[in-house]
């Protein structure tokens, strides 16, 4: 198994971009995660997913969009960039709720100047 | 959720028993207690979770105190690969499987 997979890796926007972070699992897990981390700082939540068709907010959702029409994707959308969502981007998934752990992608690298 | 207090960073010998302590005296009875390790801007890494007893595993040792106020992660002979943040977490279930990372403790292995 590849595990959770994330493209690209690494990226470079202008102000009021647009663009698609990717992500896949082949774990069948039911839930996906889309975190942010700052520079120095921890990961905090964008948006999260139980199945396919059903997304909800997390910590940090604004000015961000997801969709989860497959088990396996999960892509996360920045509409209109802003320097402010220069991060590094997890993706991440589990089996289910209860104790089950989470499992990481190895990031991706965002730039917006 | 409840919150976890972690020294910002620590300082560990090669080969020596690391050490890394955690408060969360505000945990609720159904929240775990969950470590995981971030090396290097990687994606973080599950090391281990528990809820009452201790728990071992081919990475670490979980040691949770009878309050359950507090928890000490051991690696018991840590290596140059182990330098990393190491994430305390707790989380209830039924909350949509959300994990709530601080900032965690900085581990530096010196030879």
């Known amino acids: 198994n590849a595990g959770v997979t994330q493209t690209p890796k690494f990226r470079i926007l202008k102000i009021g971009q647009s663009m698609t972070l990717q992500c896949t699992q082949d774990?069948?897990?039911?839930?996906m995660y889309w975190y942010r981390q700052d520079p120095g700082m921890g990961l905090k939540l964008i948006y999260y997913?139980?199945?396919?068709?059903?997304?909800d907010k997390g910590e940090v959702p604004n000015g961000y969009n997801v969709s989860r029409s497959t088990t396996e994707d999960f892509p996360l959308r920045l509409e209109l960039a802003a320097p402010s969502q220069t991060s590094v981007y997890f993706c991440?998934?589990?089996?289910?709720?209860?104790?089950?752990?989470?499992?990481f992608g190895p990031g991706t690298r965002l730039l917006v100047l | 959720d409840a919150k976890t207090t972690q020294p910002t960073s620590m300082d560990c010998a090669e080969g020596r028993a690391a050490n890394l302590p955690c408060n969360h005296s505000?945990?609720?009875?159904?929240?775990?207690v969950y470590w995981y390790r971030q090396i290097h801007s990687q994606g973080p890494q599950y090391i281990i979770h528990?809820?009452?007893n201790n728990e071992t595993n081919e990475m670490a040792s979980l040691i949770i105190t009878e309050d359950r106020k507090s928890s000490t992660l051991i690696l018991p002979h840590a290596t140059l690969r182990d330098t990393a943040v190491y994430y305390c977490?707790?989380?209830?279930?039924?909350?949509?499987?959300?994990?709530?990372f601080g900032t965690g403790t900085s581990l530096t292995v010196i030879p």
């Open positions: 991440a998934s589990s089996y289910g709720q209860g104790v089950e752990t989470q499992y």
């Open positions: 774990m069948n897990h039911n839930y």
């Open positions: 997913s139980v199945g396919a068709g059903i997304t």
């Open positions: 505000t945990i609720s009875g159904n929240e775990y």
């Open positions: 528990g809820l009452k």
């Open positions: 977490i707790v989380r209830a279930l039924n909350t949509g499987n959300q994990f709530y």
